[in-house]
C-alpha cells in the first residue's frame, strides 16, 4: 500500500466526485449487493400467550393480534407460523387459578405443560421455548415467593427448578428462566442434568432490565404485581458494566444462549454482549416496544412496516442472532 501523502485530504475536498457513497445506493440490486446486516425468519422467534378452556381466543388490547389463546387454537397458531417458517415459539402460561407460590406453574398437568404436549404432536418441527417464571401463577404477581414483601431467592430457585423439569418432562426443547434470582441457572443445570436432560439447552434471560416497557406483557398474562415492582431483582437502567457481569455468570453456571431485554432502550448492551461474549445472543423485543409502534401507526404517524423492520434490523446490526418478537409472524410474511 502506497503511504498517503498529506495532500490527499485537500484532493479529496478538491475532487468530491472520487468519494460518493451515493454510487452503491442508486440501484436496488447493487443496494442489495453491499448490505451488511439481514432479517431472516431463522433469527425469529414468536412468543405466544396459553389459557384455559377450548375456543377460546381473547385479543390482548394494548397489542394488537396478540391472543391469549386456548390449546386447541394455539395449535392452529402454531402450524400457521411454522407454515410461514417461524422457527419457534416462547410459551407463556395464564393459569385457571393463582396461589402465593405459583403452584399453577410446575403443575405437571398445568396449562403450559398441556400446551407442548399439544403442539409438539401436531408441530414436532417447531422449537418450543419455555418461559420459566412465577409471576404469572402467583396471586400477588411477584416473581417468586414473597416474605414480608420481598421476593426470597433460595425457596423461589427451588420452585424454578421444579418449573423447568415440568416443562423438560412435557418437550419443551430450551429452557429459558425470565425470573432473574441468582444462581438460578446453575441450579436448573444441576436438575436437567440429573433427570435425563443433559442435552436440553438453556436460553436465560441474563441482562433483564426493571422496565417499564413490559407494561402491555403483564396485561397480556395478569402478572402485575399487586405491590411494590421488580426493582429487587431486575436490573436498574442505569447500568451497563452490570449486564457484563450477568451475563458472565449466567454463562459460569451453564447457559447455553444469553438474553438481553428489553432490546431497544438497550442496543448498547447488545452490542456490547456481542464483542465480549462469544455465546448465541438473543435479544427481547418486548410488548411495550411493539405496542408503541403499533399505536403510533394507528394514529397514521409512522409507517408500521417500515418503522418495524428498521427496529428488528437494528437489534441484528447491534449484534443479537436471536430476537423474540410479536412481530415475527408480520415479518415473516413479508420476508423474501
Ligand atoms: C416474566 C416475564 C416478563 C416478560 C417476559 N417474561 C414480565 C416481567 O418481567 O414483568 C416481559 C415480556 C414483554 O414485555 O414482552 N415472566
Given amino acids: 500500500m502506497p503511504s498517503r501523502e498529506k495532500g490527499d485530504n485537500l484532493a479529496l ?46 385479543e390482548i388490547q394494548s397489542m394488537p393480534g396478540n391472543f391469549q389463546l386456548s390449546p386447541d387454537l394455539l395449535v392452529e397458531e402454531c402450524r400457521e ?9 416462547l410459551l407463556f402460561g395464564i393459569p385457571p387459578t393463582k396461589d402465593a407460590v405459583g403452584s399453577g406453574g410446575y403443575d405437571p398437568e ?18 418450543l421455548v419455555a418461559d420459566v417464571c412465577l409471576c404469572e401463577y402467583t396471586d400477588h404477581g411477584h416473581c417468586g415467593v414473597l ?10 430457585v427451588e420452585l424454578l427448578v421444579r418449573s423447568a423439569l415440568t416443562y423438560a418432562d412435557a418437550g419443551a426443547d430450551l429452557i429459558a428462566p425470565s425470573d432473574m434470582m441468582d444462581g438460578r441457572i446453575g441450579r436448573i443445570r444441576d436438575a436437567l442434568d440429573g433427570h435425563g436432560h443433559r442435552d436440553l439447552p438453556i436460553m436465560s434471560y441474563a441482562a433483564k432490565y426493571a422496565s417499564g416497557f413490559y407494561g402491555p406483557f403483564r396485561e397480556a398474562a395478569g402478572s402485575t404485581p399487586r405491590t411494590g415492582d421488580r426493582r429487587s431483582h431486575q436490573m436498574d437502567p442505569a447500568n451497563a458494566r452490570e449486564a457484563m457481569r450477568e451475563i458472565e455468570l449466567d454463562l459460569e453456571e451453564g447457559a447455553d444462549i444469553v438474553m438481553v431485554k428489553p432490546a431497544l432502550a438497550y442496543l448498547d448492551i447488545i452490542r456490547a454482549a456481542r464483542e465480549r461474549f462469544d455465546a448465541p445472543l438473543a435479544a427481547y423485543n418486548v410488548s411495550g416496544e411493539f405496542a408503541m409502534v403499533k399505536a403510533a401507526a394507528r394514529l397514521g404517524w409512522i409507517d408500521e412496516a417500515r418503522v418495524r423492520d428498521e427496529i428488528l434490523l437494528s437489534i441484528r446490526r447491534a449484534g443479537a442472532e436471536l430476537i423474540l418478537t410479536y412481530f415475527a409472524k408480520d415479518v415473516a410474511r413479508v420476508l423474501p
Avoid at 416474605?147 to 423461589?156: A, C, Y
Wanted: aromatic share 2%.
Fill in 81 to 89: 407460523l411454522a407454515g410461514l417458517g417461524i422457527p419457534a415459539v
Fill in 147 to 156: 416474605h414480608d414483601g420481598k421476593v426470597l431467592n433460595e425457596p423461589t
Fill in 13 to 58: 475536498t478538491t475532487c468530491p466526485e472520487r468519494r460518493r457513497p451515493r454510487r452503491l445506493r442508486h440501484l436496488a440490486g447493487i443496494r442489495s449487493m453491499v448490505r451488511e446486516t439481514r432479517l431472516c425468519r431463522d433469527n425469529l422467534i414468536m412468543p405466544l400467550f396459553v389459557c384455559p378452556g377450548t375456543g377460546v381466543r381473547h
Fill in 110 to 127: 398445568g396449562i403450559v405443560p398441556q400446551a407442548l404436549t399439544a403442539i409438539k404432536a401436531a408441530c414436532p418441527e417447531l422449537v
